[in-house]
Structure formats: structure tokens, C-alpha cells
């Protein structure tokens, strides 16, 4: 019964991260794993993409905007094509970070280097029942 209970959580907090850096990639997996989500990843843009559709259950995407094979731009515009509502958080040394979430509702920005914990919050806050209309008023008060 214990199990269940564990597995149907952990199936409740599934985290896709497509990160092309195995070292980031191990930190994510090693630091989220730790605190009870699933963590698929991806080293790529093409991998990610099928990783999500035979994962529909996946709660949230962590997101490199280098990849190899497509940018992090080209798959958030076919995520958003795909009509899918996952939040997706994207996590990158870019510059132009912002410029690419803005305007969508789905995204979020982290600019790396950034602290686990930072990322940690984010991703309480997203995961949350009510996340998207957290992010509507938010947008809507900035």
C-alpha cells in the first residue's frame, strides 16, 4: 500500500529536464530526486520532444535554450504548437531569456548560474493546482 502511495506521487511530480550538459543534467536529476519528483531527461531538443509525448503525464519541463538539433526557441514554439499546458521553466546563460518567456503563460525564466533552491520554489509554484492563474495576475500586476 506504502508503495502505491509512493509510486502515485512520484507519477504526480514527473519533471522532464532537456539539458544538453551532463553535469547540469546530474544536478538536476541528483538535487529533484532528492526531494520526491521523477526526473526523465533528455540530452537533446529532438530526444526531449519524444520523451514528453510518451510521458503525457509529465507535470513540468525543464528547459536548455542550447541545444544541439534545435535551439530551446524552436521547441517552445513547437510545445506551444502541440496545444500542451505544461509549465515550462527555461534555464539558461542567455541573454535574451526574458524576451522569449514573455507573453506566454506556459513559460518561466531562470538565468544560470542560479541557485537550486530558486529553481526548487519555482517549481512548488508551478506544480501548484492553482499555478496558472498565479502567473495571469502576476503578469497582469507587472
Not at 520532444?49 to 530551446?72: A, E, V, Y
Not at 522569449?100 to 518561466?108: D, E, L, Q, S, V
Amino acid at each position: 500500500m506504502l508503495e502505491a502511495q509512493r509510486s502515485s506521487q512520484s507519477d504526480h511530480n514527473k519533471i522532464l529536464a532537456i539539458e544538453d550538459d551532463p553535469e547540469v543534467l546530474l544536478l538536476y536529476k541528483s538535487y529533484l530526486q532528492k526531494r520526491g519528483y521523477e526526473v526523465l531527461s533528455a540530452t537533446g531538443a529532438v530526444e526531449g520532444m519524444n520523451m514528453l509525448q510518451q510521458n503525457p503525464d509529465t507535470r513540468l519541463i525543464l528547459l536548455d535554450l542550447n541545444l544541439p538539433g534545435m535551439s530551446g526557441e524552436e521547441w517552445i514554439a513547437w510545445y506551444v504548437q502541440q496545444g500542451k499546458e505544461t509549465p515550462v521553466v527555461v534555464a539558461s546563460g542567455k541573454g535574451d531569456i526574458l524576451t522569449i518567456t514573455k507573453g506566454n503563460n506556459r513559460t518561466a525564466a531562470l538565468t544560470k548560474p542560479f541557485h537550486m533552491e530558486e529553481l526548487q520554489e519555482l517549481i512548488e509554484v508551478l506544480l501548484a493546482d492553482d499555478w496558472h492563474e498565479q502567473v495571469s495576475i502576476d503578469k497582469k500586476l507587472h
